[in-house]
């Protein structure tokens, strides 16, 4: 398979000032040297606890932020070099749905105009053509055209979240991510729309990183998982093998998590305890202070990632051999 993105010892440590001084008084710990390859033409699940560094991730690959050390290599260039105005090109291509459409789009644009907004950016300036695609695409995410001349308060979150989608895809990119981008609406909503997404990734041969804390979207959107736990991604395998033979005793916990219908009975065991901080991450394996499994030297080395399959990886020395 052949990697869209190759990412190379990704760490983003933010620093954590006094108030007067501005004296740097440690760092938050967001990303620990992440090693990760997304390959052409997959859904990648990137799943985790809130404060895990999902966001962060996709964030970093976007270029949205600038990492702190690392490499985010995306056709043999790394990315997290380019300046501004050479990263024109590949902000066409890779695109970000958000989590909240409330948020995403600017209430005082027509549809019409926010739709516009990408091809204006990017010099567009050929009107039919802009104007035929916007019509081809508000009809492939299943509205009509006369939505066009409305503004994103008069409809649902449902609806703002298929304009975001529209808006995201327009000037067909390669690579999305999608942060959590059902988690505000409905539940009779989010099949629609993780249905709509794995519409336009046939269509438009999209790459996607999709970011939930919800392993049962994961489980039927994506092609790959990643498990993140404090800045790390902890576990990856294909998609099959992952919700069939997980290694990984995090992996265990947000499995068991999920509600397991038995023959007669709905069963939910819940993770214990809280997220450190990562601010102030344990040594050694980072899971250590919650996990079940816990050996001495867990709390001070770090495991390393053992393949356990083909294209299957933990970080746990229980995996060890
Ligand atoms: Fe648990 Fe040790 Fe494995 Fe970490 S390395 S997940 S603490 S058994």
């Known amino acids: ?135 081809k695409i508000i009809n492939l995410i299943g509205m009509d055209e006369e939505v066009l001349s409305r503004y994103p308060h008069e409809f649902s979150g449902g609806q703002r979240q298929r304009i975001a989608i529209a808006r995201a895809i327009i000037l067909n990119p390669k690579f999305i991510v999608a942060d959590e981008p059902v988690s505000a609406l409905d539940v009779s909503i989010q099949a629609q729309i993780v249905n709509l997404l794995l519409k336009l990734k046939e269509k438009f041969n999209l790459t996607m990183l999709f970011i939930s804390h919800d392993l049962s979207i994961i489980k039927y959107i994506s092609d790959r998982v990643a498990v993140m736990y404090l800045g790390e991604i902890t576990e990856i395998a294909e998609k099959e093998e992952f919700f069939k033979n997980h290694k990984h005793p995090y992996s265990q916990a947000l499995l068991n998590a999920v509600p397991v219908i038995n023959e007669d009975k709905t069963k939910k065991i819940i993770l214990s305890g809280d997220i450190p901080s990562p601010q102030n991450p344990p040594t050694g394996c980072k899971f250590h202070t919650r996990c079940p499994y816990v050996m001495e030297k867990c709390k001070t080395k770090q495991p390393d990632f053992y393949e356990v399959s083909q294209d299957h990886k933990v970080r746990c020395f229980l995996c060890e051999n």
């Open 1 to 135: 398979m052949k990697s869209l993105f190759e990412i190379k010892n990704l760490n983003m440590h933010y620093p954590v000032t006094d108030g007067l001084l501005g004296n740097i008084k440690g760092y938050v710990y967001a990303l620990n040297n992440v090693n990760l390859n997304i390959y052409e033409n997959e859904i990648l699940g990137l799943v985790g606890e809130s404060g895990s560094g999902k966001s962060t991730l996709g964030n970093c690959i976007l270029k949205l932020i600038n990492p702190t050390s690392g490499e985010v290599i995306f056709y043999g260039e790394d990315i997290t070099k380019k300046t501004k105005k050479e990263l024109k090109d590949f902000r066409s291509k890779a695109q970000l749905i958000f989590q909240n459409p409330y948020m995403s789009l600017d209430p005082r644009m027509k549809i019409y105009d926010l739709l516009k907004e990408p091809f204006i950016i990017n010099k567009v300036s050929d009107k039919k053509t802009t104007d035929e695609t916007i019509k």
